[in-house]
C-alpha cells in the first residue's frame, strides 16, 4: 500500500499504516478510498481515522494469535503494542543511563528506578516469550493431527514453562535491585517494607498477566476439550495481557516524565554506582537521549512492519512468508536485547569509575590532610581529632570532607577517623554498598592495625559493605593492596 | 440456550454479527465496494457503520467464506455474497423471524 494512498488525509493513512501487513494488501487499497470518498462528502477526519485506528489494534491483536480449531483467533499478548512499550522503555531508559554526569551525588526515590528497570526488565522478557511462542504455535498448526502435534504441543507447553521461569527470574531481579537500592544487602525479606513493595507488587502482577496469556493461549490451542467451551471467558482472562501493556504505558510515561523533570540524581544499583542526568538538558543529554530515541523508532517502525499471519484457510493463502517473519520478530527482540546490554554496559563501565573514585579521592585527600596534621604535630597523628597546641585538628584543616571521630561514615564525604601516635586509619562509606579504607603507618608496629605491622600506606576496601559497619578502627580488614585501591 | 458456533456463523462473530448481517443483507442486491456498502447500509437501515468496523466485518465474513472479494477493478475491491453467504444470512433471517413473530403475539395478548 506503500505510496498508493495519495489523496487520504495523512492520519488515515498513519492509521491503516498501523494494520497488519497481509490486511493492507487485502482491504487496504480499498480503504483508502473508502476513507477519501467518506471525507469528500463530509465525515470528519478525525472520525474516519479513529474508526481505522480502533479497527487496527483489534486486527494486530487477532492477527498475532493462534486460530482455534473453527475460529478465529482469540486476543493474546497484543504484540505490537508489547514491542512499542518496550521499545519506548528501552529508549528513555537507555538514555537515562547513558546520560551519565558527574554531579554531586544526592538522593533519588530508587523505588521509582527500580519500577523502571524491573518493568522494562519484564517488558522484554514478555517480547521474547510472544515471539517464541508465536513459532511454536505455527508449527503446530502446520501440523494439526498425530504424533507430531503432540509433540509440539508438549514443546509449546514446555515453552510456556521456560516463558514463566524466565518472568519469574525477572521478577526476582527486579526485587533484588529494589532492595539493594533500599540499602539491603542480603536480599532479607523484612527489606520489602523499606523499599520493594512497588516493585514486588508490580512484578507480581505482571506475572499474572503473563501467566494468564499463556494459559489461555495453551487452552485454547488444544482445542475442542470441555475448557474450550470457556474459551471467551478464558479470553478476556487472557486479556489481562492488557494490564501488562498498561503497566509498560504507564512505567513508560512516568520514566519520560522522570526524565523531563528530574534534577541530577545518583543512586545505587548492586555494586555499581549511577548518577543520572536530565536527559533533555542540551548541553549534554540531548546528545545522547536523540540517537537512543532514533533506534527506539526504527525498532518499532520495523515491529510494526513485518507481516503478521493469519492461519484461518480463506486468508492463508495470502500469508507467504511466516518462517520469515517469525525470524524478523525474533531479530527485533534480539535486537533490542542487544541495545540494552549495550546501554547498560556502557553506563557501568562510566558511572563505576566515577562512583568509586569519588571515594578513594576523598581518602587520599584526607590522608593528605592527616599528614599535614602529622608533620604540625611533631610526628604524631594523636591530635587529629583536636587542636593542640596551635596545631588545627583534621576538621579544620580545609579539604572540603567532614570527619567522624569514633564513629561510622555515614557517606562519601564523610570520613571515618581513627588514629594513634604512629598510624591512621581512615574509611569512607560508598552508597552503593562499599567500605574503602587507607591505612598509613608511620613506623612498624607490634599490634596489627589494618592487618598490617610494617610501615606504609595500605589501600583497602570491604564490599558489601552496610554503613554502620564502615567505621574506622585498628582491627578494620578488607581486600588491602599498596599500589592502589582493589576492586571491590 | 446456546447454540454451536458452527450453526450460526453470524452469531459466531460476536459484536460484528449485526454488522455482518447489513453488509450480507447489502451485497445480495449485487458486489459492491467499502464505500457502497456504507451508503447502501445507510440507506435501507439508517445505520452508518464506521469504515473500521466495516472492514472488520467484511475480514471476518471473508474469513469464514460468507463473502467474496472480487477482482479490484482501479482502486476499488468489491465483494459478493457466497452461496454460503446467502445461507447464512437466510438461516439468520429465519430465526430473527421466529424470534419477531413470538415477540408480536405476546405483545398482542399482553396489550389486547
Known sequence: ?488 | MSRSPSSDPLSALGRFGAPASLILTSLVTGPKHGYGLTKDIEGFAGVRLGPGTLYEALARLEERGLVASLPAEERRRPYAITELGSKALADSLERTSRVADVARSRLGAVSG
Open chain 1, 1 to 488: 500500500m506503500a505510496g498508493r494512498g495519495a489523496g487520504a488525509p495523512l492520519i488515515v493513512r498513519l492509521a491503516l499504516r498501523l494494520y497488519p501487513s497481509f490486511w493492507r494488501e487485502r482491504y487496504g487499497e480499498d480503504a483508502v478510498v473508502t476513507a477519501c470518498d467518506l471525507v469528500a462528502e463530509g465525515q470528519g477526519i478525525a472520525s474516519v481515522a479513529w474508526s481505522y485506528l480502533k479497527g487496527a489494534v483489534r486486527a494486530q491483536q487477532r492477527s498475532t494469535g493462534f486460530a482455534g480449531p473453527n475460529g478465529p483467533s482469540r486476543v493474546r499478548l497484543p504484540n505490537p503494542v508489547l514491542y512499542v512499550c518496550s521499545y519506548i522503555w528501552l529508549g528513555c531508559s537507555g538514555g537515562m543511563l547513558l546520560v551519565v554526569g558527574a554531579s554531586e551525588p544526592g538522593t533519588i526515590a530508587p523505588r521509582l528506578v527500580a519500577l523502571v528497570i524491573g518493568l522494562g526488565m519484564l517488558a522484554t522478557t514478555a517480547t521474547l516469550s510472544d515471539a517464541g511462542a508465536h513459532i511454536v504455535g505455527l508449527r503446530v498448526r502446520r501440523a494439526p493431527d498425530g504424533r507430531r502435534r503432540v509433540v509440539l504441543v508438549a514443546g509449546g507447553i514446555a515453552f510456556a514453562g521456560v516463558s514463566l521461569a524466565a518472568v519469574v527470574a525477572s521478577a526476582a531481579v527486579m526485587a533484588d535491585v529494589s532492595v539493594r537500592l533500599a540499602g539491603h544487602r542480603d536480599f532479607p525479606f523484612p527489606a520489602f517494607a523499606s523499599g520493594g513493595e512497588e516493585a514486588i507488587l508490580a512484578g507480581l502482577i505482571t506475572l499474572l498477566a503473563v501467566l494468564g496469556g499463556i494459559v489461555g493461549y495453551e487452552v485454547t490451542r488444544l482445542g475442542r476439550t470441555p475448557v474450550e467451551r470457556a474459551r471467551p471467558w478464558l479470553g478476556r482472562f487472557a486479556g489481562g495481557s492488557l494490564a501488562l501493556e498498561a503497566a509498560m504505558v504507564v512505567t513508560s510515561v512516568a520514566a519520560w516524565g522522570f526524565l523531563l523533570s528530574a534534577p541530577p540524581h545518583s543512586f545505587s544499583v548492586g555494586r555499581i554506582w549511577l548518577t543520572t542526568d536530565n536527559a533533555l538538558r542540551p548541553d549534554t543529554g540531548w546528545l545522547w537521549a536523540l540517537p537512543m530515541g532514533a533506534v527506539a523508532l526504527l525498532l518499532v517502525l520495523g515491529a510494526l512492519s513485518f507481516p503478521r499471519r493469519r492461519t484461518e484457510p480463506a486468508v492463508s493463502a495470502i500469508s507467504r512468508r511466516p518462517a520469515l517473519s517469525a525470524l524478523g520478530s525474533v531479530a527485533v527482540s534480539l535486537a533490542l536485547l542487544g541495545v540494552l546490554s549495550w546501554g547498560v554496559a556502557l553506563a557501568s563501565r562510566v558511572t563505576y569509575g566515577y562512583g568509586y573514585s569519588a571515594a578513594e579521592t576523598n581518602l587520599q585527600t584526607a590522608l593528605t590532610g592527616a599528614l599535614m596534621n602529622y608533620t604540625s604535630a611533631d610526628f604524631s597523628f594523636a591530635g587529629l581529632d583536636r587542636q593542640t597546641g596551635g596545631i588545627s585538628s583534621l576538621a579544620e584543616i580545609d579539604t572540603g570532607l567532614s570527619y567522624t571521630f569514633g564513629g561510622s561514615s555515614i557517606g562519601e564525604h564523610d570520613v571515618s577517623v581513627a588514629s594513634g601516635r604512629t598510624w591512621v586509619v581512615l574509611a569512607d562509606w560508598q552508597p552503593a554498598g562499599a567500605c574503602f579504607f587507607i591505612a598509613d603507618l608511620r613506623i612498624s608496629v607490634d599490634r596489627r592495625v589494618a592487618g598490617q605491622t610494617g610501615p606504609g600506606t595500605f589501600y583497602g576496601v570491604v564490599p558489601y559493605s552496610p554503613q554502620v559497619a564502615c567505621r574506622a578502627r585498628r582491627d578494620l580488614r578488607g581486600d588491602e593492596s599498596t599500589e592502589g585501591f582493589p576492586s571491590p
